[in-house]
């Protein structure tokens, strides 16, 4: 993909299901530091959901690591949109973004920057850092979906110097969401894995336009893209 003077690149998967005859939902992964999008593709198993549900994926490859460059990954992201847009046919209003671990860092700068683009975000195994927590403000409404183990040694469920919690990284994107400021709703979710861990899910109330804004706590859950 070329965007300004520069190229990146990603894989792509196409569900059989696409023809070309009607635009697709679009979701962009983006790996964690060190990765890539082909390991990306491998280790979210999203080539398969993306068949079952119909969509395409688009695993972006970073230059240096996600968010080094913030301007140059936007306009790279920006890129690969127009350019799916172009080749497949993209339903511009179902565009998904998730990532993992610095992926999913970027993925929130999306989400505070960039938030026309996209339906929805899916952050796997990071929190807001307290500086760019001061700088998000976007300037729509956006869906979020926020996943963290309470055992991860590489991004503290508690927070750390510099970095927020996990419950106030998903307190500030609900409070941009006009949710309800009565707390969450708690469910567990059934043990499918019989792993012995268990998935809470907690969900604002009364978000607004539409939107949802839910955090997934993986109890005793690592540092890890949860399958």
Request: aromatic letters at 10%; a negative charge.
């Amino acid at each position: 993909v070329e965007f300004g003077d520069t190229i990146g690149t990603a894989v792509v998967h196409v569900p059989p299901a696409y023809h070309g005859t009607r635009p697709f939902p679009l979701v962009l992964a983006f790996h964690g530091f060190g990765g890539s999008g082909e390991e990306m593709r491998s280790e979210t198993g999203l080539d398969a959901i993306a068949d079952s549900l119909s969509f395409i994926v688009a695993y972006p490859d970073a230059d240096r690591g996600w968010d080094v460059d913030p301007d140059r990954d936007v306009l790279f992201t920006r890129g690969l949109i127009d350019h799916l847009a172009r080749r497949l046919g993209i339903a511009r209003q179902r565009i998904y973004a998730t990532g993992f671990s610095s992926g999913a860092w970027f993925t929130m700068r999306l989400a505070c920057d960039e938030a026309g683009l996209f339906a929805a975000v899916g952050i796997v195994a990071a929190t807001l850092y307290e500086d760019r927590a001061a700088q998000c403000q976007p300037t729509e409404r956006i869906t979020t979906a926020l996943v963290v183990g309470t055992a991860d040694d590489l991004v503290p469920f508690e927070g750390t110097w510099g970095r927020l919690s996990a419950d106030s990284t998903i307190d500030l994107f609900a409070r941009r969401n006009g949710c309800a400021p009565t707390g969450r709703a708690v469910a567990y979710e059934p043990d499918v894995l019989d792993d012995g861990r268990r998935v809470r899910r907690e969900a604002y109330e009364g978000c607004q336009d539409g939107t949802e804004t839910v955090l997934w706590v993986v109890e005793g859950g690592n540092h890890s893209w949860y399958r």
